[in-house]
């Protein structure tokens, strides 16, 4: 399904699809279609016998870097917070955190079922990982993803994931408040937020995990699909665009986090096409926001992080922009682990977050006060 995306250069009517539209909407190509058949294909590892129950925790973060945003989405977010079997026995102990991002389309609570979580982590630390904190933030917005980008439109959601989000598990958690304890993890659109996060923040986290992330190339122009410009224009409402095929959806929360006008209401965005021509300055702006476009500015920020991992499946239409992300590392000389393994977008990535997500965290996660 996603390679048809990657490489279909017609459209269900048999019009020629915009690959301004579509390629350089990197999340039509990329992102599960739906967190119902994401889940579907998603295979589960056995439970790990003799497991610990970790505890859950919903609770509400409240984002001073979402506020004022334009499309009103919520200030207050929900996020799932799981805590290691002796968080509640060994009372005077510290621990370090992963921040795992949930793809497009799903919001945390989707991506713990996606996840498998908290079995998946159960099991991994049953075979042996050290005992961490997880905290999965939710960052669905009107548009149903927020792409971990700043903007006025949708909100600051960069700097929520980075200071909002830390900042608060830090204070009401036993938390090893240093760089060094914290991993960055996400899959998809998730991945795309952990390799922008990433690279911009190594101030906040010391280990970066990189989960099938789209989203990675800035691509250019072509004709324009006028049915598909005339849905999106149309769109005034919250409740028109929760009516759009998926695609398109994905193409508002594209233009509400990469493309955001506060001159240009309802929506508060500028889309690649107009009128049915397609605009040069909104596709740039798409374009600036593609990690194989700015990674090279972000080098001595990667060096800084003590261990680097990226996946993809070799079924999965990401794997191509994945190795080229890779390859510039190789070619800066930043350490990184990058493994295509057997499977499609989605089918592995329960087993991948027990089996390898939570044990690169464990080895590379500073798990003392003394972390430098």
Known sequence: MLDWFRHSKQSANGEPMSRNLVSALFIAIVLPIGAALAQVQTEVPAPVPGAKPVTVERIKIHGGALEGNLEGDAVDRDALVFLPPSYATSKNRRYPVVYALHGYSIGAEQWSAEIHVPQTIEG??????????????????????????????????????????????????????????RGLVGHSMGGYGAS???????????????????????????????????????????????????????????AAAWSPDPKNPPLYLDLPTKDGVAQPDVIAKWAANAPLAFVDQYIANLRQYRAIAMDVGDQDGLRVDAG???????????????????????????????????????KNLCSTDKCN
């Open 324 to 362: 080229k992300l890779h390859d510039v590392f190789d070619r800066y000389g930043i350490g990184n682990n990058f493994e295509i393994y057997h499977g499609t977008h989605t089918s592995a990535v329960a087993d991948r977050f027990q089996n390898h997500v939570m044990p690169f965290f464990s």
């Open 196 to 254: 922008r996060i990433g690279m911009k923040h190594p101030e906040v986290f010391g280990s970066l995990y990189i989960m099938s992330p789209c989203c990675l190339s800035a691509r250019g122009g072509g004709p324009v699909n006028s049915e598909n410009s005339k849905a999106l224009e149309a769109v005034k409402t919250p409740a028109q665009s929760a009516g759009l095929p998926f695609m398109l959806r994905a193409q508002l929360a594209s």
């Open 124 to 181: 991994a630390f049953a075979q042996g990982a050290s005992d961490m904190i997880v905290v999965l933030p939710d960052s669905k917005t009107v548009h149903n993803g927020s792409m971990y980008s700043n903007s006025a439109t949708t909100g600051n959601f960069e700097d929520y994931i980075a200071h909002d989000v830390v900042a608060y598990i830090d204070a009401h958690y036993r938390t090893i408040p240093n760089r060094m304890s």
